[in-house]
């Protein structure tokens, strides 16, 4: 029962503390894995690589998700990243709290 209960309540610590939860349904709508992965690098840099880059930025998850939505160019390499508009602001903020997640 001990067990349960810690468990719950771990659970529940996490959710209220805002944890960032990306599901291949919304990577694929925003079509983000057609140029990133976790944790290799394809056309863009990987999500691994992005979260070490804006480790400490205080400001990074908004940056991020207004990047996802605006699209952007030259901070990984002269290839652009296309703007993500199929995606609402919420969706690119949880995809931006996810990448920053990832160690």
């Known amino acids: 029962m001990r067990k349960f209960v810690a468990v719950s309540i771990a659970a529940a610590m996490m959710a209220s503390a805002g944890a960032a939860f990306a599901d291949d349904a919304l990577l694929k709508k925003g079509n983000c ?8 690098k394809l056309v863009g840099p990987s999500y691994k690589d992005v979260a070490k880059k804006y480790a400490g930025d205080a400001g990074a998850a908004d940056k991020l998700a207004k990047k996802i939505k605006a699209g952007g160019a030259g901070v990984w390499g002269p290839i652009p990243m296309p703007p993500a508009t199929m995606l609402s602001d919420a969706e690119a903020a949880t995809l931006a709290k996810y990448v920053l997640s990832l160690k």
């Open 33 to 40: 894995l057609s140029c990133h992965a976790t944790d290799k």
